[in-house]
């Protein structure tokens, strides 16, 4: 501080020397002229070098060089010359009036050259401010944040080092950020700003500087930098705080949602199977062979029924997760069909099925278990909500030799057109969801599993019902696929 100090008087007493220099230029001049210029030119032409010193340096500087011009007229131009003794009464009064008028010009001069100055700093304080907001606005993480105030400030404020510190404002880390970065001041820092709001404390700013001092607009600047940082830091916090509390109440609805699914669509079939087994086990009842084969039947096909629940639930996690990474291999789409309708035989034994899968369908790039849950999930639904004895369509095509396209219609209710696309989020249903079973998962996994495949899934209304439509990729690594007849050679 004692250097900074020192460098201030520096600049002073120079200001003051240069001042009498220029006082003593302007008087060396008119002396020359003092013979051809009345006292009232001379007075006036000294305004001209008070001027220059207040303008250049200041309104004190500008008042000392008044009196050093006052005592050079009253020597080199009052008579007697040389020196400071005043005869007229008239002389005397225009020295009043040459000190009055030199000392008010230069105090006016001076005001208006600061009031010039506080504009031009106060128009330059908002633009940067502006900037900075402008700045803050697009970012939303601490190490952004600190990087756009750094800089920000480095170009601003003349320092030596610059060093944020940022406490944690949403569960991370404590941020530091230096520039230049393996630098380390030994010193005290210039100045330190801190960050914080009404609310908090937030971290602080420290300034090095050893060339120049820190003025009080740098430090004004500072603290109105930080200021709009902390701002940002805080709404950064509400802006996280907010997303948190958001996936918390929409984990908190899944969940909700999936545990009454689940509880209520897992009664059925345990029920079914406990009542099976219970009368299997009683001595009470003899129970013949066809009896006890329906019996044992149930049994089968509900735990088939909730291993298929399971296997949503897990389909649906490893969706969510993004470990869903299918094993495409060449497989036969008539193979794969043949496989989904053995297995829900009882399902579709109530509806009539029309089949439409070309022979010279070529082969698919295609994981089978996984494409068979895609048209196990799509028949099951259109089962569901389908009156019995309708008909259900499954056709197969190629687009243009790259894509397959598959489409599986009922003759369900149609779906309103802006719904079409939400029924394949979790849980979502559209039409009586009171009156029909499942986990509201099947549609969701058909999606997340066609487009693991590179695939593209949607529904449509169609005359007397709605169609589920989805279209695979053909190419597999780059090579086209094969007929079925080559299926041998592969």
Known sequence: MDTIRTRSLFRNLLGFA???????????????????LNLSTIALLYLVPLLITTTMWGRWIGIFSAFVAFLSYNYFFLQPYYTLVVHETQDIITLIIFLVVSVFISQLFGRARAALKAAVDRESETTRLYELSLALAGVSTLDEIASVLAHKINETVHTDMLELSIRPVYGETPYR?????????KTQPSVIIPLETVRAFLGEIRVWSRKTSLSSGDQKILRAFAAQAAL???????????????????????????LSSV?????????????????????EVSWEAQARKDLLN?????????????????????????????????????????????????TIGRFRLDICIPDDLPLVPVDFSQMEQVFINLINNSAKYSPEGSLIKLEASTQNGKNLRVKIENEGPQV???HLDRIFDKFYRVTEPERVSGTGLGLSICKGIVEAHGGHIWAENVPGGIAFIFTLPLELDGHSPPQIEEAENI
């Open 18 to 36: 240069l001042a009498i220099i220029t006082i003593a230029a302007a008087t060396g001049i008119l002396f020359l002229l003092r013979d051809r």
């Open 232 to 258: 940002a830091l805080e709404r950064t916090a509400l802006t996280h705080a907010e997303t948190r509390a958001q996936v918390l109440e929409e984990s908190d609805r899944l969940k909700s949602a999936l």
């Open 298 to 346: 149930a049994v089968d096909e509900e735990s088939d029924y909730l291993n298929y629940l399971v296997g949503n639930l897990l389909d649906m996690s490893r969706i969510e997760a993004g470990a869903l990474k299918p094993n495409k291999q060449w497989n036969i789409l008539s193979e794969i069909v043949d496989n989904v309708l053995v297995r829900l035989h009882r």
């Open 177 to 185: 950020l230096s520039i230049p970065v393996d630098n380390r001041m």
């Open 416 to 418: 309103i057109p802006e």
């Open 263 to 283: 509880s209520h669509e897992f009664r059925t079939p345990l029920a079914t199977i406990k009542a099976a087994t219970t009368s299997l086990l009683s001595d």
